[in-house]
């Protein structure tokens, strides 16, 4: 499955540097991580979209300058199917970013979008009156009791100023287990810890939060 990141900092940082250390994790990944990938940064106070058909290993990441908010997604897709770059994450709806790694089996929700991924966007924007958090706590419960099987369905949220994670999986807990890393400076999240850091801390299985 995916391989996720975001970074969000007080100063700016560097954008290729943070996308190398996804790249990494999403080259040596024991499931293949290169149907494609995508970006989101903030410009300016303004969301910026990057997404690329080809292995994040293989793209020129010296092209980004700094941010002072990143997502990353590198993609596998579930059964090999439907490689498109409009399928890559992140998905955005201002003022969203999302992002998604797992696999659901036997979903039973009617929501518009070209992949499973973008659905349960949509979805959990269907509940969202104003409180993104309340919104995906419920999106969540509706769709574990409307999903036969989820292997894991890990969900990153962002907005200009705040992240929300759920993290759910019923199996492989070393793979699935996001890992989150933070002081005041700054916050990093990720599918699996990044070389460089160490402190890296486990987000617990069935959680949602918030990082404000």
């Not at 992140?90 to 039973?108: A, M, Q, S, W």
Request: overall charge neutral.
């Amino acid at each position: 499955m995916c391989r996720l990141l975001l970074v969000r900092a007080s100063a700016e940082f560097s954008i290729p540097e943070q996308l190398e250390r996804l790249a990494t994790i999403s080259k040596h990944s024991k499931e293949y991580q290169g149907h494609g990938w995508g970006c989101a940064y903030l410009e300016n106070g303004r969301w910026k979209l990057y997404k690329d058909i080809k292995p994040i290993w293989e793209d020129d990441l010296s092209r980004f300058g700094k941010t002072t908010l990143l997502l990353g997604h590198a993609r596998s897709a579930y059964k090999d199917e439907g490689i498109t770059v409009e399928n890559n994450m992140p998905f955005y709806d201002d003022p969203y970013v999302f992002i998604f790694n797992g696999e659901l089996r036997g979903v039973r929700i009617s929501e518009r979008g070209r992949i499973g991924a973008e659905k349960v966007f949509h979805f959990i924007q269907r509940f969202n009156q104003g409180d993104m958090l309340r919104a995906l706590e419920k999106a969540i419960n509706v769709i574990r009791k409307r999903t036969r099987y989820i292997r894991a369905m890990n969900i990153v949220i962002a907005d200009r100023t705040t992240a929300y994670v759920a993290s759910v999986f019923n199996e492989d807990p070393e793979y699935f287990t996001m890992q989150y890393r933070q002081n005041p400076e700054r916050l990093l999240i990720a599918s699996a810890a990044l070389p460089g850091d160490d402190d890296w801390q486990p987000i617990e299985n069935h959680t949602v939060r918030v990082f404000p």
